[in-house]
């Protein structure tokens, strides 16, 4: 007679970003190697390890390549919060740089969300002639990331840029090359570029705000928890 094996209960949630619903599981006990090394592990490695385990947990529904960054963060937080619990210990260092203290608080990860209230546009104008539609960063862009931070910055951008329109026409960049890609993107001005970078630092992120009062110097600080990586 064959052993028992538990199925794993199913929850669902939904993505802020693309409003998509998704059904998951939680970690099971031989996954759970996979979180600590998630916590150790280099940016494209460590997007890989998250890759494997969300696909895991979504029986292959989900694709994180296809995810916004900021959607597959909040699926992992859930995820994380069905599987190990739904507070975690953070340490928090004084903001006084003089100070060595640090703050022991206990985060409710339910109450760390996504500001979906005021996003930014996605179409913005380049010139009077020549505009720009965007997308959110998706994870996939995470594996381009590179110590050369212009180099990054500069895929980021060409992978959020859907489409280029001018008084006539409109071009689906799907259909064209790196090359004519790079051609086009290195022919506009700093400005341009500062147009979409603006549009990128407007995506939100999980964050949570945390007060504090430091146990050494008790200066009392609110400080602002953003990224993923802030809430294992």
Do not use: W
């Not at 529904?61 to 963060?73: G, K, R």
């Amino acid at each position: 007679m064959a052993l028992p094996v538990q199925k794993a209960p199913q929850y669902f949630c939904e993505l802020p970003l693309s409003k998509r619903e998704v059904k998951f599981r939680p970690f099971l006990v031989k996954e759970q190697r996979n979180l600590i090394l998630l916590q150790d592990s280099e940016q494209n490695e460590s997007y890989n390890i998250l890759k494997t385990m969300i696909h895991d947990v979504t029986d292959g529904q989900v694709n994180t390549d296809d995810l916004p960054i900021a959607d597959l963060e909040y699926l992992f937080l859930q995820v994380r919060c069905k599987s190990v619990g739904e507070t975690t210990e953070l340490s928090i260092p004084c903001e006084d740089k003089d100070c060595i203290g640090r703050t022991p608080v206990t985060v409710n990860l339910n109450e760390v969300k996504i500001d979906t209230s005021n996003l930014p546009d996605t179409k913005i104008e380049l010139s009077d002639e020549l505009g720009v539609i965007l997308e959110y960063p998706k994870s996939s862009i995470q594996k381009s990331i590179s110590e050369d931070d212009t180099k990054t910055f500069m895929e980021i951008i060409k992978s959020c840029v859907v489409q280029i329109y001018d008084d006539e026409n409109v071009y689906d960049l799907v259909d064209y090359s790196d090359t004519e890609k790079t051609e086009f993107f290195e022919s506009l001005t700093v400005t341009q570029i500062e147009k979409i970078a603006n549009f990128l630092n407007q995506v939100p992120s999980l964050s949570h705000n945390i007060e504090a009062v430091c146990p050494i110097c008790s200066k009392d600080q609110v400080i602002e928890m953003k990224g993923l990586e802030n809430f294992f």
